[in-house]
């Protein structure tokens, strides 16, 4: 085997390995880029959904599992998260002249009180909806445990969020609930949900 | 007819190859891991070897560093033996290694967070989102360490370009081996089957740089073509990975169902003897081109 020993060195570099390399962190850059777009395309991707007989039109995240089985008009829940699945819920209850925001949360904290454990009101305030219509926030916690006793599965402390807003006779209300461990991380999702949120 | 013998047999011309022979390392080296996975896993999963508790960790982290073992054994210390050796092997390993645990494991998993959205993408979304996240940041990292460290003054043959990018391989691989046995209490069968495939990995994509590497530093290419080898050694990162989870998680099924350990072995395996091969075939190809165009000139 003949052996090519490169014995004398060029002083410097030729234009074309200059430019090779430049290419490559040029290239490299880019490409971290495309990655980033690529990252916020995807996790800002939404579906859309809409029922003409609740007069709600939504674009909930792509991926998340959509629900309207239940007694709200529909529900969404991340299923790829471990331990508790971050949900949005909206629904929908008619009211009379006289209520208030005030009184419809407080009909939720007396219906969730048994029924949740360690349920606890953390604050209540005025929320602007992107159109400027005025709204009430209520924040909670709750202790969520596995329905299913076998699975040997500790319990999860989950942060909640209504937004509730009367308009022409009933009251939508919007629900967030997500574990308190990646609820910070999750906020931007609903908040993003209540933007695109039409009724 | 006489036979006439001569006392002093003549001085046979012996050419002596100056370097240490890296095919056969990596070789030996791939060999060996893939042995010694395809041994665990048969021990654990055919023969049902258990392990008391406080043994696993000890000896997954043991596996973790198991292909730098290996390559300290069957690169840098048969360096020693050659006539020319190649002095900064472990300087690129460690620099590379650091820069991957301060650098590009926290920006991979802290910031781009691949798991958190390409998890459940389409196979094509996920290609293309492991080939920009996961593959460009490892195959830049380490050209950037070969680039600075080896490429100017210790490229002397076209193969110091593997011997010098499977060092930055090994580097990286090991603090990705080390982080996935550190946070992960797996058994060592599975953890030396996600080991090997880390190896593997690497060691695919600095093959398919070292030799844009070693074209740009010996030939005179296009410039695109180094950024064309780094571009395919993060699309085949990208590729892999996907397809191996496709291989490996256990589909869903009422029955029941295990997962594909063995195919994820046999796909790295075959994607590390297949880019080996075609790589060697490259490097022999302009070596052959390199003395063909000396001896026009001479």
Redesign the interface.
Known sequence: ??????ASRPSGL?A??R???Y???I??ML??I???N??TA??TATIPYSNSAAGIRAYYPQ?WLLDTSDSYVFRVRDM?QTGFKTTIEVAVQPVTINTTARNLLDTLTLNRAPALSAYDVLSTNPYTLPNDRQATAMAYVFVASEANPFLESLPQVVEGLDVITIQSGQAIIVTFLSSVDTYEENLPIFERFLNDLEF | MTNYRLLTPPDEIE?I???RRVWWSVTIESALLFGVAAALYMAFQLVGLTLPRALIQPLNILLALLPALLWLIFSVWRERAAVEPRRRLITVALITALAANALALPFVENI???E??????GAA?RI??Y???VG??QE?LK?IVV?YLAWDDE????LDSVAYTLASAVGYATVLNLSFVLNNLVTPDVAVIQIVNYVSLNYIGSLVAAYGLAE???D????????SM??LA?LLNGAVIPLRSGLVNAGFSLEGSTPGVLFGLVLSATMLFAVGFVVSFLFSAA?RR??EA?AREV
């Open positions: 085997m003949t052996i090519i020993e490169v030729t074309r390995q430019w090779s390399h290419f490559v962190l290239y490299g490409a971290v495309i990655g980033f690529l990252r995807t996790l991926n790829s | 050419e190859y100056p370097y781009l967070q691949p958190r959205w390409l998890s459940l993408a979304n293309v989102g080939t920009f996240t460009i940041i830049v050209y680039r490229y002397r043959v076209r740009v530093r010996f005179n290419p296009n410039p695109f073509l180094l950024t780094i571009a993060a070596e390199a003395r000396a």
